[in-house]
């Protein structure tokens, strides 16, 4: 198979090459090996490979009748883990220290929906950035103009998807982290519902419930697909959501029925509002969705902005505190400024002040949030807002070692660009970005769509009508597998 031939497919694509006989799963590997090596340098994107011997065990091991029997794959080297390959959470405070026995939950059923995994990618520390620029590993660089950022925290799974290595990668989402760098490479990227995807065993509701785990892909079919393949409690879990009607590769096959759409580009005093350019693109997209059938029409959940952020602050930093805490302990190393970046640092300190009291002050917070943001998805049933509100940001421009930072600064610097997408980690509903925009100058704006808990086969189902109305898979960055030179 030729580079230029695999990186135009996507991943199911790719696994009924393999199915048919037409291509060997060794060949597919070769060529995400060969796109790594060639490219990586220019991104870095992909912090560490798979031993060899390990990745021949899996591809001996393949279900031919798995979704992604033989397709390559890289997996975020955060929360998630594969067993034996070390785990670094973009930290110099754990660093080659923590090598994990086991693969989770999660990392259990990608290996059963067939992916080959080649390597991790890159993250901010601690995925505490919507910028992947960490001191331990550098800076991952945007495909589709190297000067900007690939976003974060699943920079590197983005770049390297939207670079051609690999067609899907393993991301998470706390506050944006699958959906911003999706949106900035040019990708789909589903945050699910909370509770659709496994956490376990180490975590039963990560950063207090705000964080689920998913993909980032080009192609909306293999996002539902690897939902399919993934979906479910874990063991042990404290609760169970409900469980889809039939699987979302099918129910995608049927355009959706008439739907009630808002849309909306406002933001609240916290936030800067959204580029021009940004608008433009969401009221595109709104106009496209009224022309295919959808009653469509202006409007926003109405919530307190103040005690979201409150909420969502003290449950960063805690979750941040608790983490180093643990980690620090487990590993034997004493946590500093000079294992930690300064945000980090100024989080730690920040949420070793907070108190019982205060977390549970945000719940009830929290709770608030979902009642009043609820009560809008029962008058809509999709919400449509820019993913974020600028156009690809520089590197640079979410330092998060940049001296003087603390906790309350930094938090207000990430919101301030970057405030549409964690409303929904907050409320646990399902919410996608898809690369429908483009700015004047040809780089991605990402459009985000919204919908009631537990319902990604809507966002799903409209996900694909609006790739056939409006497709971008022909749209490549400068930095790609197909790009000579």
């Known amino acids: 198979m030729k580079p230029e031939e695999y990186a135009r497919c996507d991943g199911l694509q790719l696994a009924a090459l393999v199915k048919r006989g037409e291509v060997k799963i060794e060949e597919l590997v070769a060529c995400a090996l060969a796109a790594i090596d060639h490219l990586n340098p220019t991104i870095n994107a992909v912090i560490g490979q798979i031993d060899p011997r390990e990745v021949a065990a899996q591809i001996a091991a393949v279900d031919l009748d798995a979704p992604f029997s033989g397709v390559p794959f890289l997996i975020k ?250 980690t620090a302990q487990a590993l034997g190393r004493a946590p500093s400024p000079e294992n930690l970046e300064t945000s980090l640092w100024a989080n730690y300190q920040f949420g070793l002040t907070l108190k019982a009291l205060d977390l549970e002050m945000a719940d009830a917070l929290m709770n608030q949030v979902c009642r009043s943001v609820g009560s809008f998805f029962t008058r809509h049933d999709l919400l449509l807002t820019p993913t974020i509100g600028v156009t690809p940001y520089n590197l640079g421009l979410l330092d998060a070692n940049a001296p003087g930072l603390d906790a309350q600064r930094w938090y207000d610097h990430l919101f301030r660009h970057l405030p549409y997408t964690a409303l929904f980690n907050m409320t646990g509903q399902p919410a996608i970005s898809l690369p429908l925009g483009q700015s004047s100058n040809g780089l991605p704006i990402g459009i985000q769509v919204a919908g009631r808990f537990g319902d990604e086969a809507t966002v799903l189902k409209l996900a694909a009508q609006l790739e056939q109305a409006m497709p971008w898979a022909t749209r490549l960055p400068a930095v790609h597998v197909t790009r000579k030179g």
């Open 77 to 326: 080297d955060l929360v998630l883990h594969m067993a034996g390959v070390r785990c670094d959470m973009g930290s110099r405070l754990i660093e080659g220290a923590y090598i994990p026995p086991a693969d989770s939950d999660l990392m259990a059923r990608f290996r059963r929906s067939g992916v080959i995994t080649l390597g991790r990618t890159n993250v901010p520390e601690m995925g505490f950035n919507a910028s992947t620029e960490p001191l331990l590993y550098g800076a991952t660089r945007n495909p589709w103009n190297t000067a900007h950022s690939s976003g974060g925290s699943s920079g590197g799974s983005a770049a390297a998807v939207a670079a051609g290595m690999v067609p899907i990668a393993h991301a998470n989402d706390g506050g944006g982290s699958i959906r911003i760098p999706a949106s900035i490479c040019g990708l789909v990227g589903l945050k699910p519902s909370r509770g659709r995807t496994p956490t376990g065993p180490d975590y039963a509701d990560p950063l207090h419930g705000l964080g689920i785990e998913h993909i980032v892909s080009r192609s909306v079919r293999d996002t539902a697909a690897m939902l399919d393949a993934v979906e479910g409690p874990g063991v042990g879990d404290r609760y169970e959501i409900p469980r889809p009607a039939q699987p979302y590769l099918q129910a995608i096959a049927t355009p959706p029925a008439k739907l009630r759409i808002a849309f909306s580009a406002a933001v609240d005093s916290h936030s800067a509002p959204a580029e021009a350019e940004v608008v433009r693109a969401l009221e595109t997209v709104a106009k496209v969705c009224a022309g295919l059938g959808h009653h469509v029409e202006e409007g926003r959940p109405v919530y307190d902005a103040d005690g979201f952020h409150r909420a969502n602050m003290i449950c960063w930093a805690s979750f941040c505190a608790a983490g180093i805490a643990a």
